[in-house]
């Protein structure tokens, strides 16, 4: 089959691989899109894939075409999205619930062949039927939205909650779109590149500028996240948060990055600040929220790019350029 | 100023009473609606009122008219939405936070004198200021939507639930239109009168039908909401709840009603039952709620009757008829 | 080697039987003891186990003996504490953090050979590492204590609660235990049987009676657990519990035992109904909390029976005497 | 009466006063001894208090010696300790339940007189009644102790959590107490004077030591307490936080202090920071816990000075020589 292989630490072919073959509870998957994302990049950087080559995309869904001999719960021709997660059921954290902070943590498209290709094989256990209004290729979006839904679990906010929100790409849009459906009161929006906020206003935000400081809250907000995981970002949302009030960290900044906390001020105004880390108890829910049209497709999607161009859309990617971009093989 | 009055048991009238005064802290609120709901049933049939004569009426919104000698907060012009709440902030439920169990609960409208009349007076603290867009006489429905919005704060619902809502009444549309705002998967509703259902429909259920045999999920709800009160409906609704999943009592039962439980249940599926009782730190957040269009007060309000007509919108509410009834001084 | 076996209902005798062999991942113990519980009595009324015969016991600890070949976590001559649960990490709960409502939950001494035995084989994952100073004969009660931390993670109760515990039994002496250690500013048992209410005064229990009504606390408790499964016991703790508080169901009533509830107070006095089955996320806590002398194992240990009187020990459970029984191989 | 006075900036006297006269629903409380901390001495810098002189002492508890017209609450005779907290109970933060965050917070002993006195006054409200066993001078601990409840509430920790603590003075031992009680596996703690810590071994603390990097937790802890307020304790702890535990900002830091976070942690490890401010619903729970022992007095009061001694026992606070110093009127 043709598959994107990262072949080595900045090299992304596009070449001929053995067809997949399942194990007795996997299922093989053709796939109907695979988009990308921030850890497509390290891998081609030579982080996070424990050995190369391998075959990435980790944010896909497609049609069942092949089942192990064990495999009951799925059938040929059924549609279905995949929780890329491989978690090892074992370690400390699987054992207390934290299955997302695994310390064997695995992921297909990370340690396994992944979905950038013709086939891929999973789980079955991680395959998630839609039903049939989805368009499959669409469903590519279930994987990003199942960590924006981890996020909403970690914040566990109540109603009436005014939001800020920093990085107005598909993450921070994705949050925008779950602010609404978690009873936010006002959402509004922050970044840099105004074209990016256009989408921000087709999808509804309250306000939207390039910086807090033009929105008129001088109490703060009760939730702010970060969706950019740049520095900058991250040290002025973390002085936008409301008495009581909560930061999220959802971008991922890099190691190397350092902000700065007032002490004085999360004790004397009870702040919180917490993250939140990919997929938990997430996946089979943003699956169901995506088929109830939390998200409009066209709009997170800006590219739908050849499997062929694989390397040319991880370059886009890299260069910022569009929203979600997939493959199509 | 004119006034309806439960003057006794079984008797409301509308007459003249004296025009109200604020003490220092207080507000006049020249009232623009005022909703009727089961308590003041409850008060006509002698119920909750310590004492009658009394005005009745705790759902209203209304222009600011008169301030105390030490108000600065409004101004006269003010349009401002009324929590009747009255706590003591001294016993032990006011001082441990569930000021909504008081133990000395006062309320505007069953304590002392009501928005059923052309004035009501109100402390300051409890007046909330409205954006302009909105049409004051609307507001009504702040009070019950803050109920609705406690409701969810007890549920602390996650994002992707499956609802399951009894009663299409006033309460059970706004306990459907927060479900959406709190992230479910799907809501569905029963009751018993199908022309309830059309106005569920119209606001986008998922499912209704007479009864949960008609919908098609064998695995249950992950939150069951009873807006009924009715024996009958919470019996039902009990057996219903998906495994982890939770029962919300909001519907007033009558004192006497009894429902069964099945402790193994309980036990074996980590069933949860809670209630949720007026209004906790709910207000503030509902007024925003409402002014950033989360219900559609066409909807919500089916009468608007003239002040005068008092007795007679208590009657058809009483029998049943249409949805939240205001009446206009 | 020698083992107790359900082999038909009603049916327990102690037999030889092969040597159990571990797979790549397993663990082999060598039991020092093995606890008997409500569980064990069920297997023998034909009930949970799926097919017999069966070597029951799912309370043990011991010494590792032997490891699969892929076994690195623990070496010979460890000793282990074991927990029983085996999830399928597939479906629905699973794959929601509800491992404990697996829809084809097995464990350990359930569906496959237990620990009534010389030896027992477990998944390594299931094999909890104790320090020197534990006896692991005591161990055994490792399991039912991660039942008991479980009921505290649901309820998630705070500093200062008025604790009511029905039923002095292994569990409830237990969940006393345990809600010194979650803040209880009292916790008051209540025992038919006056001889068991003695242990509790030994434990430190605040007040201790045959019924909740020799007990001054008109207001209720903030924390009624019911660990008898006794319908009369639930039904009356129902009523037991304070405004705002919670029940937690605990003990495993009969499946048909019906207790009534009043809706009208859920709802007035915002009143938790709950409960919490099993271990989940649980049992190393628990494993630590025993080594770090939460219980004191001679007070909770009342018989130390020869594996070879398991049928008599099962007997002398059935008849209600003592508390936790271990047969020791 | 006799008082202590912070008559200006830097200047303590003790010197007649008038005595106080209670309002209606008042009670003066004869002082059987009255806490020093930080607070005073920032009173005593010039902040905090909105106008000298005044009166401090918040931290008190005594006999009810006088009751206003139209208290019932109390009577002569009764003992009491005082929660010192003034709300508005009108402002956005008391309407939503964080009455600690008040607007227009005030305080006895901050904005009106306090216990540093032979008399001092207080709403009934604020008059928590002591069981007899109590004695009163040793309950000017409970307010206190109610700042570490709230730190708990705001933890919400579960059983068998892993804590460290820096700072072994007052609080840092009340938290280490309360840490035994919500259930930890291990309470560590750490501070730079070894003297300090002899009491903390006392009190039963698992390991001690002048650094982290002396306790053996290389996966750290998964509570991380400050009760320093000290910056490089602080900066230290925050990398101590285990993968998905929390870190609380008790102590309170200068106003400049600035720490740095590693956002990439944050998120990839889902750490929580959170803080706890002063006293919010918890005050009667700690008057009933210490009641109930949970703090043994004659450790935790290291010096019970006569009132006469107020300045110098505000110059030994501020030298840290000690635990809690009360001076006894
Ligand atoms: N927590 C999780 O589980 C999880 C899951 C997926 C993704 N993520 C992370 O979430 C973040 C967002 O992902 P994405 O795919 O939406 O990325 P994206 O498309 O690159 O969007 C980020 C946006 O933030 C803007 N931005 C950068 N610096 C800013 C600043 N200082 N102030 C305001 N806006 C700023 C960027 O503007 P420009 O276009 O001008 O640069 C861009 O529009 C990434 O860090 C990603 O790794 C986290
Ligand atoms: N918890 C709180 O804070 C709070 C606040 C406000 C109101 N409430 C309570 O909430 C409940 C609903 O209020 P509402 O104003 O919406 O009342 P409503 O207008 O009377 O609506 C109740 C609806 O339930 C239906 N119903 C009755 N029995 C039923 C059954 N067995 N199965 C299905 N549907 C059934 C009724 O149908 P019919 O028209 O055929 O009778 C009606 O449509 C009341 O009990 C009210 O007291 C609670
Ligand atoms: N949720 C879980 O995960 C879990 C885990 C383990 C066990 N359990 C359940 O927890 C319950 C307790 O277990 P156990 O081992 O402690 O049982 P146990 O030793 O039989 O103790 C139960 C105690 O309750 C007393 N009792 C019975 N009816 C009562 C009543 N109406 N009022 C007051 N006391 C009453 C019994 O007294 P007599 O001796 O006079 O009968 C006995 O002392 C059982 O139902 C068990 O199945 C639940
Ligand atoms: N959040 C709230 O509601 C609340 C309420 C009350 C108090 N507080 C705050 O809690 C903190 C503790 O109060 P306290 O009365 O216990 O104060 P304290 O008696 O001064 O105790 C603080 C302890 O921390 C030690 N320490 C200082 N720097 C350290 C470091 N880098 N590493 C380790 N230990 C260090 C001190 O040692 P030395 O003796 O050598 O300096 C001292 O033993 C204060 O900041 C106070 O303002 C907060
Ligand atoms: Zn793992
Ligand atoms: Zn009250
Ligand atoms: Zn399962
Ligand atoms: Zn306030």
Not at 217 to 238: E, H, K, S, Y
């Amino acid at each position: 089959m043709k598959a994107a292989v990262i072949e080595s630490v900045g090299r992304a072919v596009v070449t001929e691989v053995p067809d997949p073959t399942p194990g007795p509870r996997d299922v093989v998957v053709e796939v109907a899109a695979c988009g990308l994302c921030g850890t497509d990049l390290h891998i081609l950087q030579g982080e996070f894939a424990p050995k190369l080559p391998i075959v990435p995309g980790h944010e896909f869904a497609g049609e069942v075409v092949g089942v192990g001999s064990q495999v009951t719960e799925v059938a040929l021709g059924d549609q279905v999205a995949v929780d890329p997660s491989l978690y090892c059921y074992e370690c400390r954290y699987c054992r207390t619930g934290h299955n997302n902070l695994c310390e064997r943590w695995a992921a297909i498209g990370v340690t396994t062949a992944g979905g950038a290709a013709q086939y891929a094989v999973a789980p079955v256990a991680n395959c998630v039927k839609l039903p049939e209004h989805v368009r499959t290729q669409d469903a590519a979006l279930v994987e990003p939205l199942s960590c924006a839904v981890r996020g909403y679990d970690v914040l566990r906010s109540r109603l009436g909650a005014h939001v800020l929100i920093y990085g107005s790409g598909t993450m921070g849009l994705m949050m925008l779109e779950l602010a609404k459906r978690t009873g936010a009161a006002s959402v509004d929006m922050v970044d840099l590149n105004p074209a990016r906020l256009e989408t921000a206003r087709k999808l509804g935000v309250s306000a939207s500028a390039a910086t807090p400081d033009e929105l008129d809250r001088p109490q703060g907000w009760d939730l702010v996240i970060d969706a950019t995981g740049n520095a900058a970002a991250i040290q002025d949302g973390l002085g936008r948060v409301a008495k009581a009030g909560t930061f999220l960290q959802f971008g991922v900044a890099d190691y190397a990055t350092r902000v700065e906390i007032d002490p004085y001020r999360i004790y004397n105004q009870e702040i919180t600040i917490t993250g939140s880390m990919a997929v938990l108890h997430s996946y089979e829910r943003a699956a169901e929220l995506f088929a109830n049209g939390v998200l409009d497709p066209d709009v997170f999607i800006s590219d739908r790019l050849p499997l062929e161009q694989y390397p040319q859309a991880l370059e886009q990617f890299a260069a910022g350029v569009g929203r979600k971009i997939v493959v199509v093989p």
